[in-house]
Nanobody
Framework: QVQLVESGGGLVQPGGSLRLSCAASGRPVSNYAMGWFRQAPGKEREFVASTNRGGGTAYYADSVKGRFTISRDNTKNTLYLQMNNLRPEDTAVYHC???????????????????WGQGTQVTVSS
């Protein structure tokens, strides 16, 4: 069992930045791939970014590539998402996830020994 709690969301103007954090508990996350997905009201979930267990590789959705950076600190059991040059289209609830495979997060097929949190709201608006 892994419990995940996201934080760091808020209201920012277009072009602004936010840094999201995801604190994990229950088990060390060092043996899990981790990532982020988002969901806006009335829309389906959308993959954002993922990273492997050691944090050495990362994969991003085309819509955020070059603007967002995913990282992790396994000693702190924490995942991060640095979001720069935010756009109104980025407005959504952002959820972090822990999964047995990076691919599970990329394709949003979270099952079995996969987990996700309640989410944190990110609103990009003038």
């Amino acid at each position: 069992q892994v419990q995940l709690v996201e934080s760091g969301g808020g209201l920012v103007q277009p072009g602004g930045s936010l840094r999201l954090s995801c604190a994990a508990s229950g088990r060390p996350v060092s043996n899990y791939a981790m990532g982020w997905f988002r969901q806006a009201p009335g829309k389906e979930r959308e993959f954002v970014a993922s990273t492997n267990r050691g944090g050495g590789t990362a994969y991003y959705a085309d819509s955020v590539k070059g603007r967002f950076t995913i990282s992790r600190d396994n000693t702190k059991n924490t995942l991060y998402l640095q979001m720069n040059n935010l756009r109104p289209e980025d407005t959504a609830v952002y959820h972090c996830a822990a999964a047995s495979r990076m691919h599970n997060i990329v394709i949003l097929n979270l099952d079995g020994d996969d987990y996700w949190g309640q989410g944190t709201q990110v609103t990009v608006s003038s």
